[in-house]
């Protein structure tokens, strides 16, 4: 009899940064920001304010089934895989589960063409971290795979795994921003068991890192995911106004941002009660959102977390 063929499971989570986003401010005084899923990049617009508060666990992951041949990890797969070993290990005493070699993390630089682990890197540095998995063919059923920094939740998705059989395949990425600095731990729930391994991550440290400023027309977009790729003290002439910021410890917390500007201040709430646990936001302010295009001065862009100030960008526009 044949080797049964061995499947991958993929949770794709490129657009897990779950930003925040705010399309015009020209209405925002009076508009309610609407709420999409993360799977809808038309969630962000020009023309009308809008928030996207996702909730990965509520829609379904991107889940594949690749031929056995295009993931390495699997491909000499016949039989079930052993069960992780287990030993203490400094996670357990932030997120509860049995460290297991079998879970593994890295960065981009380090996993494979598939998108494996091929060991748990040491240190984890840039714009993307992957944990993937050979699970024992008992963890079968509903898979929920969680990440943690610093023993807070970052992500967390659901897989249904009938068959006990393939990798497990986990990346979270904030676009071409950096990772923020801390111990990531990549927990994979399912009958019963609990299966975990952490790394660090060297980033930029603190609640909110990477605040910059810049002409909106300018910003990367890919994945929902939308930030400025470098922070002008002075904008020459926009075509729009822009900010964003990388945001940790959101998850149960309102989310807003204001831009004071020449004309006065202008807010818009982005989330009463933010579902993940971080984010990048930003915002988008185009000439239209002015009576008479965008005025030259003094701007701020500030983003606040419970009501809170956590990042402050100043910049002027000439």
């Keep these: 009899m044949s080797p049964r063929p061995s499947r991958t499971c993929r949770l794709s989570l490129t657009l897990s940064a779950a ?4 399309g015009s401010l020209a209405a925002c005084s009076e508009d309610a920001p609407s709420v999409s899923q993360p799977s809808s990049p038309a969630g962000a617009t020009s023309s009308a304010p809008t928030a996207s508060s996702p909730t990965p666990s509520a829609a379904a992951p991107t889940t ?7 993931t390495s990890s699997t491909s000499s ?3 079930p895989p052993a069960a992780p070993s287990t030993a203490p290990s400094p996670a357990s005493s932030t997120v509860a589960g ?21 060991s748990t890197a040491s240190t984890v540095k840039g714009s993307a971290i992957y944990c993937s998995a050979d699970l024992p063919s008992d963890m079968r059923g509903d898979v929920d795979a969680v990440l943690y920094r610093n023993g807070s939740e970052v992500y967390s998705a659901s897989i249904n795994r009938p068959g006990g059989m393939g990798s497990v395949i986990v990346n979270y990425s904030v676009g071409k921003l950096q990772l ?12 019963g068991k609990t299966y975990v391994n952490s790394t660090k991550v060297d980033g930029p440290d603190g609640r909110a890192t990477q605040g910059m400023a810049c002409d909106g027309s300018t910003m990367y977009s890919q994945s ?3 930030h400025c790729e470098s922070n002008s003290s002075t ?14 410890d959101l998850k149960g917390r309102s989310v807003s941002a204001t831009l004071e500007t020449p004309e006065g201040p202008k ?8 579902q993940l646990g971080s984010a990048v936001v930003y915002l988008r302010a185009p000439a239209t959102a002015f009576p008479g295009g965008i005025p030259s001065g003094a701007y701020t862009c500030t983003f606040k977390v419970d009501n809170q100030d956590v990042i402050r960008i100043p910049f002027t526009v000439s």
């Excluded at 594949?64 to 295009?70: L, N, R």
């Excluded at 904008?235 to 940790?248: D, E, F, K, R």
């Design 19 to 22: 930003t925040l986003v705010l």
């Design 235 to 248: 904008l020459s002439s926009p075509s729009s106004v822009g900010c964003s910021a990388m945001v940790t």
């Design 224 to 226: 929902n995911v939308t």
């Design 77 to 79: 797969m016949s039989t």
């Design 180 to 191: 923020p600095a801390g111990d990531y731990t990549c927990a994979l729930k399912g009958g």
């Design 98 to 118: 049995e460290r297991s070699d079998a879970v593994k993390l890295c960065g981009a630089d380090s996993s494979k063409d598939d998108k494996t682990c091929g």
């Design 64 to 70: 594949t089934e690749a031929p056995t041949s295009s």
């Design 267 to 274: 807010s818009l709430n982005l989330s009463n009660s933010f």
